[in-house]
């Protein structure tokens, strides 16, 4: 596969253009994948206790950092993101809400970064698959276990796509899933699907981290659920905000797009509208002994 130099990805990794709604999209993306994952931190039973230091990579608006900042106070959380308006936003926000415990800078995570070694406790990667390629993967895993303290953990959180009864809906997650396959982003390796989840387990332990587990996060999406309405906006403006890189990829022509926008989202207001979301969370620990695995 190519590395992210070769794919068409300017200075900004990220698919999405930068804007407002992006902005509001991804604060309102962090809130609902932390609901559906059933917490911050929930294959630890949301119990932060022994971590002192933790790390955000790609934070975007900073959700997941400000949500584990505001109830865990005694933890030092911090974001970075190469996106110098989020940070700017993020930071604003945190301090109208009073959390001091958050810190926010503008990095590129595909570079070393600055911090020492052995910082933190706990580094958290969450949905970078649109912005990373697959030869990205490993340096960054390597920098990472730089970053973390003897027995600290890494955790990824990736996505596959969603499975609904909307025949539009499917065909638009097929065309997302064929840009990144035709873009040198992808796993997959026919285009039928994004294709990262099956490969977290494999980097990490190609990364030399033991103790490897795992743990899905199925959120139901169907009309009857009560957070329907939330994932049903949330799938609108994320086809808004990909449009340009979908088009640009070369797998639709726009006014098809479009069309399949507007049958998807009449398929998503059907009284039998019926879907699930797909979510994977794999962690491991640094060796304690920090020469293993190199």
Not at 7 to 17: E, H, I, K, R, Y
Not at 47 to 55: E, V
Not at 81 to 104: M, Q, T
Request: with cysteine; glycine share 8%.
């Amino acid at each position: 596969m190519a590395s992210s130099q070769e794919a068409p990805q300017g200075n900004n990794p990220f698919v999405m253009p930068e804007s407002g709604s992006l902005i509001a999209w991804l604060f309102n993306l962090d809130k609902n994948v932390t609901k559906a994952m059933g917490g911050v931190l929930s294959e630890r039973g949301n119990d932060l206790s022994g971590l002192h230091s933790i790390l955000d990579l790609a934070c975007g608006s900073g959700g997941w950092v400000l949500e584990v900042a505001s109830q865990y106070p005694e933890i030092s959380v911090s974001g970075v993101d190469l996106n110098e308006s989020l940070i700017n936003y993020v930071k604003a926000h945190a301090k109208v809400r009073g959390i001091d415990n958050a810190y926010f800078s503008v990095m590129n995570i595909l570079e070393p970064m600055d911090f020492p070694d052995e910082s933190f406790d706990l580094i958290n990667v969450r949905t970078l698959f649109s912005s990373l390629a697959p030869a990205d993967w490993p340096p960054l895993l390597q920098e990472c276990k730089r970053l973390l303290r003897p027995g600290g953990v890494l955790r990824l959180t990736e996505l596959e796509r969603h499975n609904s009864s909307s025949p539009a809906l499917e065909q638009i997650w097929d065309l997302y899933a064929r840009a990144f396959y035709v873009t040198k982003r992808s796993f997959s390796p026919d285009g039928k699907h994004i294709g990262i989840v099956p490969h977290l387990g494999r980097l990490l332990h190609e990364a030399g981290f033991q103790n490897i587990q795992n743990k899905a996060h199925t959120p139901d999406i169907s009309a009857w659920t009560q957070d329907y309405d939330d994932w049903r906006q949330q799938d609108d403006i994320a086809w808004t905000l990909n449009e340009k890189f979908i088009l640009e990829s070369g797998v639709i022509a726009r006014e098809e797009f479009r069309r399949l926008r507007e049958q998807a989202k009449l398929e998503w207001l059907s009284e039998g509208f019926s879907g699930l979301a797909f979510f994977l969370t794999v962690w491991g620990n640094k060796p304690e002994d920090s020469t293993k695995g190199k």
